[in-house]
């Protein structure tokens, strides 16, 4: 199969809301105008219930970055704070039924959602199953427009679209059942590695132009997600959101750095469900005549305490 994008992601909070306030006043991004499962009010009829709010019946919180409806959902949980699930999208509904097929001729797992399961995500058809390292993965085509985007920040635009929510970077077991996986069953592309040990290696995962959507690292017991990155247009959003991060207190884990791979000038901070969050820009957009590399160089500059970072959340000494 061929996954065009990660297209949206569910985490799950102690405090959905932290995750509002962090995503709307520091991150830039926008409460979605409906929550998904409500529908549009026809023309004339008054909004739903949760309109502009972002929040759901349940609590669950969605964000918006661009015309999808919504790109990251935050739902309410009593004790686990991480990612919930993420939305690979495909093409169409031929798509899917072929993603279904291959999954079983390879015996994975998976179930098809109900109408109802892709209502409660604002899509057409969607699909579950888990990666390797027990990623909970939901199959999706035709995930609902609203063209009415708009930053509560000024001049702030989003790197989103065709190129997915950003990118990922997973802490994973079973690292080299995970990448077979990701190229072979999902169709990710290798785009380059890091090799910080014998066997060990940081990979960097494409399925669409932008240099990499998941990146995975076997790494101590860890498992999850390390880092979310969102993509803004130039380097003064991400100067912006930076100035807004140091004024609502965020704790900065690295510094302003340009990273070596993707070209990418982000600083990182750790969001309130534990994760880091990576903002950054002008990240390289790669075609077909790029070919896999081992790179051996985090950074062109800067990004001080993001390997401390990292190590720290995989709980292994620096
Ligand atoms: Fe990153």
Same mark, same amino acid.
């Given at each position: 199969m061929q996954i065009k994008a990660v297209a949206y992601v569910g985490l799950d909070a102690t405090d959905p809301s932290a995750w509002l306030t962090f995503g709307v006043e520091v991150l830039g991004m926008m409460p979605a105008r409906a929550v998904p499962g409500q529908g549009w009010p026809a023309p004339g009829q008054e909004a739903p219930a949760s309109a502009r709010t972002g929040i759901g019946p349940d609590g669950s919180v969605y964000l918006k970055m661009d015309e999808r409806q919504w790109r990251v959902a935050i739902h309410p949980s009593a004790d686990r704070n991480g990612l919930a699930y993420f939305g690979f999208e495909l093409e169409g509904t031929i798509e899917l039924e072929n993603a279904i097929q291959e999954l079983r001729d390879l015996q994975i797992p998976v179930r098809v959602g109900t109408a109802a399961e892709a209502r409660g995500r604002a899509v057409t058809g969607i699909a579950y199953t888990q990666d390797p390292s027990g990623n909970v993965i939901e199959l999706f085509y035709g995930q609902t427009a609203d063209y009415n985007f708009r930053s509560p920040q000024i001049n702030h635009d989003f790197v989103a679209g065709h190129l997915g929510v950003g990118h990922f970077n997973l802490f994973v077991k079973k690292q080299p059942e995970c990448f077979e996986f990701y190229t072979k069953v999902l169709g990710f592309k290798l785009s380059d590695y890091f090799r910080y040990g014998e066997d060990a290696q940081l990979q960097f995962l494409r399925c669409n132009p932008r240099h990499h959507s998941i990146a995975m690292i076997e790494l101590g017991a860890a498992h999850g997600l390390q880092h979310m990155l969102v993509e803004l247009r130039d380097i003064?959003?991400?100067?912006?959101?930076?100035?807004?991060?140091?004024?609502?207190?965020? @704790?900065?884990?690295?510094?302003?750095?340009?990273?070596?791979?993707?070209?990418?000038?982000?600083?990182?901070?750790?969001?309130?469900?534990?994760?880091?969050? @990576?903002?950054?820009?002008?990240?390289?957009?790669?075609?077909?005549?790029?070919?896999?590399? @081992?790179?051996?160089?985090?950074d062109v500059w800067g990004h001080q305490g993001l390997m401390e970072a990292v190590q720290a959340g995989a709980g292994v000494g620096s």
């Open positions: 003064d959003g991400v100067g912006r959101t930076l100035d807004r991060a140091n004024k609502a207190g965020m @704790e900065i884990v690295s510094a302003l750095g340009r990273h070596r791979n993707d070209g990418m000038p982000s600083f990182y901070m750790r969001s309130p469900t534990g994760f880091d969050v @990576e903002v950054g820009c002008q990240g390289l957009l790669l075609d077909d005549t790029w070919r896999p590399t @081992e790179f051996c160089e985090g």
